[in-house]
């Protein structure tokens, strides 16, 4: 208990200063998905509660899935306000995984409920096209309770739709690497080549799709 206690505090001193200039809506933001190689990316917003309690809450990466899901459902509930935004594997594969990357987190902060006076963003660069005064944090998700809590919520809220979407594509199963580049996901690709939501720009799907592009172009050829 003692170790969590002086963690809690190492997650909060942050948020404590910037309530103490007069910051006293706090939001944190984070994202999940930049790697896989199919599904959407998805960033979330959080403006923790304040006093806060959220004893034992950290950095998504370094929970179970269980205590994912656990925490996600506390956070629904106690935050003041929660955002999600999210961008389609085809959106990505147009405007690139950086802007696609702002594109989410702009949207997760528009879409709270309440206005924040600062927000703490998860990585080494501020949120481009937002005029909330803003601190990027590298490695915010394990140094601010609230980066870690938009940790949590993206990273649930994009698995649970890969779980959904495993049922629409049940032969890639997504519901067990999320879309990620796993031995059994790139057995599968090659064997039925990209689907809908593949990032069609990010190897190796971009080189079966571009395979399957000159295939579908032979064919015709072949049979005049």
Known sequence: ?????????????????LRRSGCLAVCGVDEAGRGPLAGPLVAAAVMSPWPCH?????????????????????????????????????????????????????????????????????????????????????????????????????????DRMMTRLDEEFPEYGFARHKGYGTPEHLSVLMTCGPCRIHRRSFQPVAVLANREKVSNLAGPAAAV
């Open 1 to 17: 208990m003692a170790e969590k206690a002086r963690r809690f505090q190492e997650m909060t001193a942050f948020e404590q200063e």
């Open 54 to 158: 959220w004893l034992g809450l950290n950095d998504s990466k370094t929970l179970t899935a269980k205590a994912r899901d656990e925490w996600y459902e506390v956070i629904m509930s106690q935050a003041a306000s929660v955002g999600v935004g999210m961008v389609s594997a085809r959106r990505i594969d147009r405007i690139g995984l950086q802007r696609a990357n702002w594109e989410a987190m702009r949207s997760a902060v528009k879409n709270l409920s309440a206005f924040p006076d600062h927000v703490i963003v998860d990585g080494p660069g501020k949120i481009p096209g937002l005029s909330i005064p803003q601190t990027p944090l590298v490695g915010g998700d394990g140094r601010a309770i609230s980066v870690a809590a938009a940790s949590v919520v993206a990273k649930v809220t994009r």
